[in-house]
């Protein structure tokens, strides 16, 4: 099983950018998708998760009507991605992509199975 995230980098306050995760190794059309992220000295902490279908998407409060979690329209190109608008200083945190097969979604990290290495984000001015 392979998760990997990219799209990470150094963006302004008020700035955007879009991380993308490549899954690979695992039933992706019938997996629940999540971003979780952790900032130096932080636990690890949840910020968005889609159901296998893309019907269902569910946010932390922080990032609601900021942020927006999605996946390929075809599951075929195993992609999750979040688009991160409006970006704050304490959203600067390690990005780590998610996976859980089944069918149902959850916000804690203990529910998912496997995960990716990481893209960092840092915003600053």
């Known amino acids: 099983v392979q998760l990997q995230a990219s799209g990470g980098g150094l963006v302004q306050p008020g700035g955007s950018l879009r991380l993308s995760c490549l899954a690979s190794?695992?039933?992706?059309?019938?997996?629940?998708m999540g971003w979780f992220r952790q900032a130096p000295g932080k636990e690890r902490e949840f910020v968005a998760t889609?159901?296998?279908?893309?019907?269902?998407?569910?946010?932390a409060d922080s990032v609601k009507g900021r942020f927006t979690i999605s996946r390929a329209r075809d599951n075929a190109k195993n992609m999750v991605y979040l688009q991160m608008n409006s970006l704050k200083p304490e959203d600067a945190a390690v990005y780590y992509c998610?996976?859980?097969?089944?069918?149902?979604?959850?916000?804690?990290?203990?529910?998912?199975?496997?995960w990716g290495q990481g893209t960092e984000v840092t915003v600053s001015s």
């Open positions: 190794g695992f039933t992706f059309s019938s997996s629940a």
């Open positions: 889609i159901t296998w279908n893309g019907g269902t998407t569910y946010y």
């Open positions: 998610a996976a859980k097969r089944g069918y149902s979604i959850v916000t804690s990290a203990i529910g998912y199975e496997f």
